[in-house]
Each structure stands twice: as C-alpha cells, then as structure tokens.
C-alpha cells in the first residue's frame, strides 16, 4: 500500500498539469489560440475593402499621380505584401503584421492608437487619422491577423 499511495498526487498534478486535447488548435505551434471559431476573414472580399475606404493615403492614385503616404501601399495585389512579415518603419522592431500574432502587429497598434504604448513614435498619429475605424472593422482585421493573414 505504501508504494502506491505516490500515485495519486502524481497522476493529479500530471492530470491538472496537462492541456486538455479538445482545446488544441492544431496550428503547430506549442500553444492554444483563443479563436472563436469562425473562419478566417478574406483579405479581398472583407478586409481589403476597409483599407480602401479608410486609409486613402496609403493607395497610389489611379491618375499615376503621387501618393500622400508612400512608405506603405494597399492597393489590391500589393497590400498583403506590404504589410505581411515586413518590419514597420516607425518601429523596425515589430512587423506591421505579425501573422498569427494580433498583438505584435504594428497595424493593430496603428489602429487602436497604442502605437506609443509598445515603442512607437508619440508625434503620430493613430490610423486612421480623422476617425478610427468601427469596432467590427477593428474585429474583422483582427481576426484576419490572428488567422495568419493569408492574402
């Protein structure tokens, strides 16, 4: 009996030290994602078409006219490039679009105007300048980041 009464604490702590198989999120990484389930967001259909009606600045005029912002594109064909896996230019450190990582991306910061808050410039603005985005728009590019900003 004596040998055996080591078993139970050993199996509880195995058993509240181990995550639970259902909750694994098969991305192949070492840890659970906190996704609600639903399907990743589709940069053409639903993500670029925000970029386009909010940040004007940044898509090269039809006319071959100059841009106002020309360090970062979203045109269609582009912005994904542009922005996934590219280091920002206001704060190297960080990707603007860290896929899989809604919080080390740069965007995000942008547009929720902590920017500052993770190491940016504070002489800027957040994005976009004159009125920031709906919270579903927020949602919707959130959860295209956290989906692994396919494009």
């Known amino acids: 009996m004596r040998r055996t009464t080591w078993l139970l604490p050993l199996s509880l702590a195995l058993a509240l030290g181990c995550d639970d198989p259902a909750d694994d999120d098969d991305s192949g990484d070492s840890g659970d994602s906190e996704t609600s389930g639903e399907p990743t967001p589709d940069f053409d259909a639903e993500v670029q078409p925000i ?8 898509f090269m005029p039809s006319n071959g006219g100059d841009m106002t912002a020309p360090y970062l594109t979203l045109n269609l064909g582009v912005g ?3 922005m996934v896996d590219v280091n920002s230019v206001q704060l190297p450190s960080m990707m603007r679009v860290a896929p899989g990582d809604v919080e080390n991306s740069y965007l995000v910061h942008k547009l929720r105007g ?29 959860a295209w980041i956290a989906g692994g900003a396919p494009g």
């Open 51 to 58: 970029l386009e009606a909010a940040c004007l600045c940044h």
């Open 80 to 82: 994904v490039g542009e």
């Open 114 to 142: 902590t920017h500052a808050d993770v190491g940016g410039p504070s002489d800027t603005d957040p994005m976009p300048p004159l009125q920031p985005l709906s919270a579903s728009d927020q949602q919707t590019i959130e």
